[in-house]
C-alpha cells in the first residue's frame, strides 16, 4: 500500500487543489477495490498548523500534525497564492519536504505550489512548471531552475510537477495512471471529466510584456514594437535609433524581458491576434495582416509553436461565437 501525504502550507492557499486531489485519489482507491484488488493507498492531509481558514474564514482545513507521519511514499504540495513571504512561512515545511524525498518518497506540486518545492533545492538543474501567471517571480527567485512554462507536466526522477489553475487535474490523472493503471485513469478521467490526453497550458497563457525591470531604453524598444506591429520592424534600425550597437541591445533586451527581440515580437503579435480571434468576426487572413504578417505559413507556424493550436483551431475553441 501506497502512503500519500497532501501537505497543507501556512498562508494562501487554494482549496480546491486539496479537496479535488482527496477526492480523485479516493475516488480510484475505491474503484480498484471495487474490482477485487486491495487498498492500493492510504491518504492523509497534514501540515504544521493545527488548522488552516481560507477565503475570508468561510472555509477552513483541520489537518493531522505532519510529525504523525514518520514515512511516506508521495507527497503532495497543493497550489497556493504566491507572495513575497510564503517561503519564509513555511521553511519548516520546505526542510520536511527535502527530507521526505532523500528518504525515497516522491513529490509532486500543484500549480504554485512549486515555489515551495523549488525552494527545498531538490528542483536546481531540473526541469519545472508552474503557473504562467508566476513564471517571473519564479525564474528570478530560482534562476537555476529550468522553467517549461508550457509544460502541462513535468517528470524528473521521482518529483512531478504541474501548470496553473485547474490543470492540477491532469496530474492527479497521471498519478493515478501511475500508481494504479490506465483504466483506472480513465474511470476517473471520465467520473470527474477531465481531458486525459490534455499535454499542454499553451493555448490558456496570457503573455504579459514584461515592464517591471527599470531598463527606459528596453521600454521604448517595447513601446515602438507595440506601436508599430503591422510594420516590418528592423532591430538593426531600431538599435541605431536608440543609440546603442545592435549587440547591446540584443543583451540588454534579454536580460530585461527574458526573450531576444524577435521572440518579443512573435509574442506580442501572436497575443493580438489571440484577443481579436477571441472576440472579432475577422477572418484569419485579417488578423494575419492586422498583426503584419503576410505569409499564411509563417503565421500559422508561429502561432501554433506560441499557443500549441492552429489559429482555426483557437478560433473555434475561443472565439465567443464559435462557442
Known amino acids: ?6 501537505v497543507v502550507p501556512e498562508g494562501n492557499v487554494n482549496l480546491s487543489s486539496i479537496t479535488g486531489t482527496y477526492e480523485i485519489l479516493s475516488r480510484a482507491n475505491a474503484y480498484w477495490q471495487k474490482l477485487g484488488n486491495k487498498s492500493m493507498m492510504e491518504i492523509h492531509i497534514a501540515g504544521f498548523v493545527k488548522e488552516l481558514k481560507m477565503d475570508g474564514g468561510f472555509f477552513s482545513v483541520n489537518p493531522l500534525n505532519i510529525h504523525e507521519i514518520q514515512k511516506t511514499d508521495l507527497v503532495i504540495i497543493p497550489s497556493i497564492y504566491y507572495n513575497e513571504n510564503i517561503i519564509e512561512q513555511n521553511t519548516v515545511l520546505i526542510s520536511w519536504l527535502r527530507d521526505q524525498y532523500k528518504s525515497g518518497a516522491e513529490i509532486a506540486s500543484v500549480c504554485s505550489g512549486a515555489f515551495l518545492l523549488a525552494a527545498t533545492g531538490l528542483l536546481e538543474g ?11 517571480d519564479f525564474r528570478r527567485l530560482f534562476p537555476n531552475v529550468d522553467l517549461q512554462i508550457d509544460k502541462l507536466i513535468t517528470i524528473e526522477k521521482g518529483i512531478y510537477t504541474n501548470g496553473g489553475g485547474y490543470s492540477f487535474l491532469n496530474l492527479i490523472i497521471f498519478l493515478v495512471e501511475k500508481f494504479f493503471d490506465r483504466p483506472t485513469a480513465i474511470y476517473c478521467s471520465k467520473i470527474f471529466q477531465i481531458d486525459i490526453e490534455r499535454s499542454s497550458q499553451s493555448p490558456f497563457h496570457i503573455f504579459r510584456t514584461q515592464k517591471t525591470h527599470g531598463d527606459e531604453l528596453i521600454s521604448k524598444a517595447q513601446n515602438y514594437i507595440e506601436e508599430n506591429l503591422a510594420e516590418k520592424i528592423s532591430f538593426e534600425d531600431l538599435a541605431f535609433k536608440l543609440a546603442t550597437s545592435r549587440r547591446n541591445f540584443d543583451r540588454r533586451f534579454i536580460k530585461a524581458t527574458g526573450n531576444t527581440p524577435v521572440e518579443y515580437l512573435q509574442r506580442v503579435k501572436v497575443e493580438v491576434a489571440k484577443s481579436t480571434l477571441e472576440e472579432g468576426r475577422k477572418s484569419i487572413f485579417e488578423v494575419m495582416l492586422e498583426v503584419g504578417y503576410s505569409d499564411d505559413k509563417a503565421f500559422r507556424e508561429v502561432f501554433k509553436k506560441i499557443t500549441g493550436l492552429s489559429p482555426l483551431d483557437y478560433k473555434a475553441r475561443f472565439n465567443k461565437e464559435a462557442v
Not at 1 to 6: C, E, G, L, Q, R
Not at 127 to 135: F, I, L, Q
Request: net charge positive.
Open 1 to 6: 500500500m501506497k502512503h500519500v501525504t497532501i
Open 126 to 136: 531540473r526541469t519545472c512548471s508552474t503557473h504562467w501567471n508566476v513564471e517571473a
